[in-house]
Structure formats: C-alpha cells, structure tokens
C-alpha cells in the first residue's frame, strides 16, 4: 500500500502547534537511494511506498572559483572572481583549504559578488514546483549559510581566529552573505513556496563552535535579517545545525527561527531539550545516523523512533521526523524499512492519541 503524503496545511499544523493529524515524515529528504548500490533499487522501493511530507526546489548557487571546466557552472558567477587554484602537494580535508587567503582580495570580491536573480539560478523552479508537489508542503534549500560558506572561503582555522583578530571584513563578508541569501528568500517568496531551509553546523558533539559573545555579534542579527525577510514573505525559516547548540536556543527562539534539526543524539539530553523549548519551536528531529541506524536491530530503530515521538511531539504538535543526517550505505535496508514503518504508523497513532 502507498501511504499517502500530508496536505501543505497539515505540515503548517505541526510547526504552528496547531494539531497536526499525523507527525509530519521528510526522511527522502536525507536518504539517497543511488548511495546503496546493488540496494538502490530496495531502497527506492521502501521510498515509493511511505509518503515525503515535504517538497523542495534547490536554487544554483554559485561556485566557489570560475571553473569553466564544469559544464554546470554559469560563466562568470562565483563567489571568488578567479580560476580554480592548481592542485599541488598533499590533500587537505575541506576545511583547510583557503581561498582567501588575504583579506585585501575582499574588495575586488566584494565588487564583482553574484546577484542573487541570475535567472538561471532559478532555471526551471516554477515548473518544477507545479508539476511535483502535488499539494504538500515546499521550500527553497540551499547547503552552507554563514558559518559553513565562511569557513568553506577562509579556511576554519583562519574563521576562528578572524572573529577577534580581523572582525571589520569578517562583518562586510557577511553582510554580503546575508543580503545574497536574502534575495533568494525573496524570491522563494515569490515562487510562492512555504519555507526557506538552509544549514549551518555550529556545533559540536561536546558543545558549540564558538561562544555566545561570537553567535551574538557575528551571527545572530544576519539569522534574524533571514528570518524576518522569509516571515515577511509569509515563509517559516529552517536551519540544520548538528551538535550541541543549546547555548544558542534561547537567541534562536528570540528571533523567530521556526524549525530546527536535528538535536543531535549523544552531543544534547533530548528530553531536556524538549522540556526546555518545547512548545517555543517545531524540532525536525533526527533519527541517529551514527550508531542506532547501522548498527542496532530493526527493534531498536522502530524503539527509537517512539522515543522521539514521545519526547518531541506535544498536544499540539511541534515535531516532525527525519534522519539526523545523510543516511550512509552501511544501514540495513530492514532498519530503514522499520524507520519509515515505525514513523509512519506510530506518528499516525501518536496524533490520534493526543
């Protein structure tokens, strides 16, 4: 039997807190069939027969160097205005790799930075939408928001320090960040969907990246300028952020931030966190990617999966479900068939409960 999805307004229910029938499931949205190999086709099943809550667009955004050797690359539209640099030496893990390597390029940067309506950035959205989202829920997504595109151009370890040694062009690279993101939002709003959904990892497994004096200077009035451009087009605002963001949820409630993933298992006591900001925001909680769903039983998804109904999910509603990551090829197709099986049914029978 092929369940079918939730209509928008059952979606908006449950980030509203306004009774939901059934606890929202978007667990397509980190499980890519192709990664299973021989399985891909087991998978793809298990994917056509349990509903996807949640229909999204993804906009082009720009390269990180004008690669003309990437048939997807538009010509010319990057955020550094320069060839990709030569490969040389040993590799380096992402995070240290720099692309600017000094600030004095910030300027000629700064002049030549991407518009946010290049056309083709947006090539095929509209029809995409009308033809694949048959009544549910939608959003506009894009990967690495602030924190992860700044380390992503300076390097991580060069970012930390430039919060208190070169804070001035710190502040000019985001503000120019953050009026680029806006304009997407805007015209998200525009193709009339319901969220804007972005992600930017601030912690980690024992706590934040960074302290509440950084999030409060860099950080937190770029979110809110984000969050009330997608309110103002009458969109919620969704952030993933893995690790230990409690010192955070406070800021986050503050300024309006309306979905958050995925409270991390093993780095935030889950029922503390429900306790404490439950009722103040809509959780998209995550099942765990690293120990539970490669390496436990059927029976352990299926008991974990309650675990987070019960916790997250209150009267009103304020949960949905997904996994906490990208689900990886050394999961069982039987754990994932009973993750979609449990989230389903028991979401179902949950809401009929309250």
Not at 225 to 240: E, N, P, Q, S, V
Not at 279 to 308: A, H, K, N
């Amino acid at each position: 039997m092929i369940r079918q999805p939730l209509p928008r307004d059952e979606v908006v229910k449950a980030i509203e807190h306004r009774r939901p029938s059934r606890v929202p499931m978007m667990i397509h949205q980190w499980n890519w069939a192709g990664a299973f190999g021989e399985r891909t086709a087991e998978v793809e099943a298990i994917q056509a027969e349990y509903p996807q809550d949640f229909f999204q667009i993804i906009p082009r955004m720009p390269n990180y160097w004008d690669d003309l050797a990437n048939s997807g690359h538009i010509p010319g539209y990057s955020w550094m205005h320069t060839p990709p640099p030569a490969a040389s030496g040993p590799a380096k893990g992402h995070d240290a790799n720099v692309a600017i390597t000094d600030w004095a390029m910030l300027d000629d940067m700064l002049a030549a930075w991407p518009d946010p309506n290049q056309p083709q950035m947006y090539e095929g959205a509209a029809a995409h939408l009308a033809a694949n989202a048959g009544g549910r829920y939608t959003g506009i997504h894009w990967w690495f928001c602030l924190y992860e595109r700044l380390w992503s151009l300076r390097g991580m370890e060069n970012i930390l320090c430039d919060f208190y040694l070169n804070p001035e062009p710190v502040h000019r690279l985001m503000d120019a960040l953050t009026d680029f993101y806006c304009g997407v939002i805007r015209r998200g709003g525009e193709l009339g969907v319901d969220c804007v959904y972005t992600t930017d990892d601030i912690g980690m497994q024992t706590g934040p990246m960074f302290g509440i004096d950084v999030f409060r200077e860099f950080f937190k009035p770029r979110y809110q300028r984000m969050i009330k451009t997608a309110h103002d087009c009458g969109m919620h605002f969704w952030l993933h952020t893995c690790g230990d963001v409690r010192l955070f949820m406070e800021d986050f409630i503050e300024i309006g931030l309306d979905v958050i993933h995925p409270i991390q298992k093993y780095t935030m006591n889950e029922r503390e966190v429900a306790e404490r900001f439950g009722g103040r925001i809509c959780f998209w909680t995550g099942m765990d990617v690293q120990q539970i769903l490669p390496r436990g039983t059927s029976e352990d998804v299926r008991r974990e999966v309650r675990f987070m109904i019960d916790t997250y999910d209150r009267p009103d509603g304020g949960c949905m479900v997904t996994a906490g990551n990208g689900i990886t090829a050394d999961v069982p197709v039987e754990n994932l068939r009973a993750f979609y099986d449990e989230t389903y049914n028991y979401g179902l029978a949950h809401r009929r409960g309250k």
